[in-house]
Structure formats: C-alpha cells, structure tokens
C-alpha cells in the first residue's frame, strides 16, 4: 500500500483486486450475489451427498476379458465398505436407477508408434436428473466424476494389475467422499 497526495492507494495487478473482492464477498455473505444464502459446508457439500446406493446400478466397461473381474472386484469395494446393498440377483438394471460406471479406456497408436497405447480411466455417476427449467426436462448427467477422458500415453502393455490399481484408487476416492459426504446430513434428516 502506497501514499499518494495523502491517500493510501492498493498498487497491484487485476487478479489480486478479483482475489480481495472474492473473499470480501465471502466474508460478508454469498447470498448478496444472488445465490441463496447457505452455510459453507452446504456450498461446499460433494453431489454425493443423500445418493441412494441400494439404487446404484454399477457398469464396468473395461477391455475384453477383464470386465468381469473388474466389475467384481468394484462389487466388493462396495460391500466391504457396507454401501452396495443391491444382491447380485437384482442387477438387472431399471429405467431410470442411477449408473456408477466404471470405464477403462485403452487405445492402440499403432501406425509409427507400434508400441503405445493411449489410456483413460474414470468413475462416474450418472443420474436421470431434471433441471431447473420450464418446460421440466428429464436428461441423463454426470452428477460426479473422478478421474479424465483425456487420455495418458503410455509406451507399455496395460495389465491387468494397472486396471486394478487404478480401479482400486477411483474407488477409494468415491467412497472417502461419499462417506464424508453423507456423515454431514443435517440434524433433521438424521431423525
């Protein structure tokens, strides 16, 4: 902060400005931008927040021949943390359920680089959801996602042993969350 002519004047960039008037804004209330008035744990709360998982109709889509084993290992992530209640009889999916999908992506070059492989993996739930909007819509969304589409290359083979470190790792993060997430009910929906 500098004096000129008796006056405390702030010198610096655009972007610092922005900073200073975002968190003035939040230390004096979100809710004077328009956006209604919440706690920060609210604004801040993960969209897996009140999911139903005995609703949760879980896809692998993996490479041929590791789908199964894939999709098992999941369902066993699942049910250890005591969150997939749905019985392996009832995994027939139906209109509308909520999708955790699992996608593991991989992708020979070929061509100049015969040996590498273009690689992505992700864990995504997909929600039939209506926004907020006339008319009312049904549309199906992405309600919550870890991981890229963009794909890493990769100049060696993906085992199986990466498809399930990786697996291992979407999961861990969809569960800390989602276990984190739904400990924060408020009091009124707990009773």
């Known amino acids: 902060m500098k004096s000129h002519n008796g006056k405390r004047v702030i010198r610096g960039n655009i972007f610092q400005t922005m900073q200073l008037t975002l968190i003035f804004g939040l230390l004096m209330g979100v809710g004077q931008w ?38 098992e290992r999941a369902r066993s992530l ?18 509308w359920e909520p999708l955790l999908r699992l996608t593991f992506e991989v992708e020979p070059v070929g061509g100049l680089y015969p040996n590498t492989f273009l690689y992505s993996r992700r864990l995504e739930i997909v929600e039939n959801v209506v926004p907020e909007r006339t008319p009312k819509i049904r549309a199906w969304a992405v309600t919550w996602s870890v991981g890229s589409s963009w794909p890493e290359v990769r100049t060696d083979q993906v085992t199986i042993f990466d498809l399930e470190k990786d697996l291992d790792k979407l999961m861990r993060t969809f569960l800390q969350d989602y276990q984190y997430a739904n400990q924060l009910l408020p009091l009124k929906e707990k009773e």
């Open 34 to 71: 328009g956006v209604p008035e919440q706690s920060y744990a609210e604004l801040l709360r993960s969209t897996s927040h009140g999911l139903d998982l005995s609703q949760l109709h879980l896809v692998v889509d993996a490479p041929p021949g590791h789908d199964e084993e894939l999709y």
């Open 78 to 95: 699942l049910a250890q943390a005591g969150l997939f209640t749905k019985s392996e009889s009832a995994n027939t999916y139906k209109q």
